[in-house]
């Protein structure tokens, strides 16, 4: 079996050399990584990751925490993003742990446990609130960590986020195109940023429009709340015939709502949503929505987290994706 000593002897360089190439080090010359990378894989080397991690200083675990729901553990707009942090960071010989709590004083304690604990070198956060104090958490225990989502502290952070309100703005023009005017919005709660953004979109699409902006109704993102509040605007005197939902989840749910009161969704109605979970296309019809490239958010999330773990805050601390709009049947665009 290949050891790093027998490497370093074929390859005729150091085990230093070999073992920071292996690593990832930028010190090392790419041609030399690339040649000690393809020298292990041949002789099917397989790295001592317990040595490694001492040799660091470090335990090679990136924490994420999930916001979950009491007895539930569904984000189905996190679950393709997961696997590609993991493969990135795997590469790069860094653990994904996950960990789930429901937001408030149980989500603050696992954050105050990890930090005692030291159990990671760096955090990803996500469902980014507008005022979050886990930032400020983090950031005095000086933990390194990368948001998915953007707030509205004033200090430096790095982040990674979708360009909500433009996203939102274009599917509100476009359904104003079509010659609907009374649309509603069915908000997700406007403490989370990604919320704030996606009704600033529809609130300046609307006003460029001359239309009325306040045909909106906030709600959880669930199919159950969804659909409650599309019940309460269909029931009103001053019916939409057009429901921008926050998310996809939601626009499940005013789906249900709008065909139970008796509407043909995508002709008498249209609904609109966020996310591309999988769910959407299943629905009857399919759910006009708009998604974030996955593989390249994260990508930049996980290579954002390795400059801040190895060499600090990067130069260039935030990206935002633009959205790619989905259109289905659902908005009576396509079919």
Not at 23 to 32: M, N, R
Not at 142 to 154: A, I, K, S
Not at 190 to 209: C, K, P, V
Request: aromatic share 4%; net charge neutral; with cysteine.
């Amino acid at each position: 079996m290949a050891t790093l000593r027998s490497l370093a002897s074929d390859l005729g360089l150091s085990i230093t050399t070999v073992s920071r190439a292996l690593d990832g080090y930028e010190d090392v010359a790419a041609a030399t990584r690339e040649r000690v990378n393809k020298a292990a894989a041949a002789a099917g080397y397989r790295p001592n990751s317990t040595a490694r991690r001492l040799r660091k200083g470090s335990s090679e675990t990136v924490a994420l925490v999930m916001p979950t729901e009491p007895g539930r553990f569904y984000e189905p707009v996190f679950v393709d993003l997961l696997s590609v942090l993991g493969e990135r960071l795997a590469a790069r010989h860094f653990d994904l742990m996950l960990l789930a709590a429901r937001p408030g004083a149980e989500e603050l304690a696992v954050y105050k446990r990890m930090i005692k604990d030291r159990r990671a070198d760096a955090c990803i956060i996500v469902r980014t609130r507008r005022h979050d104090e886990r930032i400020a958490m983090l950031q005095e225990a000086g933990l390194p960590f990368v948001c998915h989502g953007r707030t509205e502290t004033r200090a430096e952070y790095a982040y990674v986020d979708g360009d909500g309100e433009a996203g939102f703005r274009e599917v509100t023009n476009r359904i104003v195109s079509l010659g609907h005017r009374r649309i509603a919005h069915l908000a997700a709660p406007d403490h989370f940023t990604f919320a704030e953004l996606r009704s600033r979109g529809w609130h300046m699409a609307m006003r460029a429009a001359g239309l009325t902006d306040d045909l909106k109704l906030m709600c959880a993102s669930t199919e159950e709340a969804g659909e409650q509040a599309a019940t309460a605007l269909l029931a009103g005197p001053d019916k939409p015939t057009a429901l921008i939902c926050a998310t996809d989840r939601i626009a499940i749910g005013a789906v249900r709502a709008a065909q139970a009161a008796g509407l043909v969704v995508g002709r008498d109605i249209a609904v609109t949503g966020h996310d591309n979970i999988h769910a959407s296309r299943f629905t009857h019809p399919a759910i006009t929505t708009m998604e974030l490239d996955v593989r390249s958010v994260g990508a930049c999330l996980a290579d954002k987290l390795l400059h801040l773990v190895e060499r600090g805050m990067p130069e260039h601390a935030g990206d935002v994706f633009p959205l790619r709009q989905v259109l289905r049947a659902s908005s009576g665009e396509a079919n």
